[in-house]
C-alpha cells in the first residue's frame, strides 16, 4: 500500500504563490510517475501536472502552463508543485496521486487553495 499526504494549500490572493507537496509512504516511490489533481466546487476533477518517476518527463494542462512547476525529490520521498501568478479560476482541492501501470491508483486526501480576488 501507498500513503499520500498533500500539504502547502492555503487562502492567497490573486497574484500570489503557493507551494504543494505530496508525501508518500509505504512503497517505493522512485519508479512511479506522480500527478496532481484538482476538483473545484461543481465541478469534475481534472487534470493539473505529471512528473515521470525520474523527473525527466513533465506535463502540463494548457490552463497553468508558464505559471505552475511541479518537481520532485525522491531522496525525501515528496513531489512539489509551485504555482505561480494564481487566479481565482485556480481555487479547488488539489491532489496527488500516484501512477502503477496505467491507472492513478493512489490518491491523497487533497489540501483546499483559496485564491481570493
Known amino acids: 500500500q501507498v500513503q499520500l499526504v498533500e500539504s502547502g494549500g492555503g487562502l492567497v490572493q490573486a497574484g500570489g504563490s503557493l507551494r504543494l507537496s505530496c508525501a508518500a509512504s509505504?512503497?517505493?516511490?522512485?519508479?512511479?510517475?506522480v500527478g496532481w489533481f484538482r476538483q473545484a466546487p461543481g465541478k469534475e476533477r481534472e487534470f493539473v501536472a505529471r512528473?515521470?518517476?525520474?523527473?525527466?518527463?513533465?506535463d502540463y494542462a494548457d490552463s497553468v502552463k508558464g505559471r505552475f512547476t511541479i518537481s520532485r525529490a525522491n531522496a525525501k520521498n515528496t513531489v512539489y508543485l509551485q504555482m505561480n501568478s494564481l487566479e481565482p479560476e485556480d481555487t479547488a482541492v488539489y491532489y496527488c496521486?500516484?501512477?502503477?501501470?496505467?491507472?492513478?491508483?493512489?490518491w491523497g486526501q487533497g489540501t483546499q487553495v483559496t485564491v481570493s480576488s
Open positions: 496521486a500516484l501512477r502503477v501501470g496505467y491507472a492513478y491508483n493512489y
Open positions: 512528473i515521470s518517476g525520474n523527473g525527466v518527463i513533465r
Open positions: 509505504g512503497r517505493t516511490f522512485t519508479t512511479y510517475t
